[in-house]
């Protein structure tokens, strides 16, 4: 079965600080997995996919098979990146994405 | 706005009573999931339509909701006989592919419904 899991449910840091969201997953087969972010009074939005391999905000995401992780980092944390973050997992030819329960990043001055 | 529409953004209804939700996709996705959120999780896949055809559906999609798209457009989410346990967020999403084609959902900005 899918599984995404976040272990952390808040996260706060400092303006500047590096800021590490993580990530696990479930999946046997090769999973696509994505960060989608939701910011105050604002609707649910992609923020990266695993496959573009690219940097969005400051932020990157690799995928680890070996570890089933897909940590979101980010070097210098800004406030304006304080919000919900969740990671969520589908699979090829499948449109059930699992979402996980998501953790709220707090970047303070 | 040229986004994902859903209509009300709030409802409160009473226990028992049958409620409606409205989605607007983005006009040329093809594809539309209706997903449900409750306090602290994440979003949870209910069903996807692709264009008026319903092609999969959750377990947790009780027989007393239904889900329509009947011209590939819009789509309607009704629950019959509500319970306090529906409370939740009903987000709609659309896509021009599948979600496992590594496509983009974009997401509406949810019915909130509140059951008392």
């Known amino acids: 079965a899918q599984r995404v899991t976040q272990p952390e449910k808040l996260l706060s840091v400092f303006k500047g600080a590096p800021v590490e969201l993580k990530c696990n997953y479930s999946?046997?087969?090769?999973?696509?997995l994505f960060w989608y972010v939701q910011y105050s009074r604002q609707r649910l939005q992609l923020l990266l996919r695993?496959?573009s391999r690219e940097s969005i905000k400051g932020f990157t995401a690799d995928l680890n098979k070996g570890e089933t992780s897909f940590h979101l980092k980010k070097p210098f944390a800004q406030e304006e990146d304080s919000a919900m973050y969740y990671c969520?997992?589908?699979?090829?030819?499948?449109?059930?994405?699992?979402f996980g329960a998501g953790t709220r990043l707090t970047v303070k001055p | 706005d040229t986004g994902v529409s859903q209509n009300p953004r709030h409802k409160i209804t009473k226990r028992g009573q049958n409620v409606t939700f409205r989605c607007d996709p983005i006009?040329?996705?093809?594809?539309l999931y209706w997903y449900r959120q409750t306090l602290g999780q994440g979003p949870e896949f209910l069903t996807y339509?692709?264009?008026?055809?319903?092609?999969?559906k959750s377990r947790l999609l009780s027989d007393r909701f239904s889900a329509e798209r009947p011209k590939g457009s819009f789509s309607t989410l009704e629950i019959q006989r509500t319970e306090q346990g529906d409370s939740a967020m009903y987000l709609c999403?659309?896509?021009?592919?599948?979600?496992?084609?590594?496509?983009?959902?974009?997401f509406g900005q949810g019915t909130r419904l509140t059951v008392v």
């Open positions: 006009s040329e996705h093809n594809r």
């Open positions: 695993h496959i």
């Open positions: 339509f692709q264009n008026e055809a319903q092609l999969e």
């Open positions: 999946y046997s087969g090769s999973p696509e």
């Open positions: 969520a997992l589908s699979v090829y030819n499948n449109n059930d994405m699992r």
């Open positions: 999403a659309s896509s021009r592919a599948g979600l496992g084609d590594n496509t983009e959902a974009f």
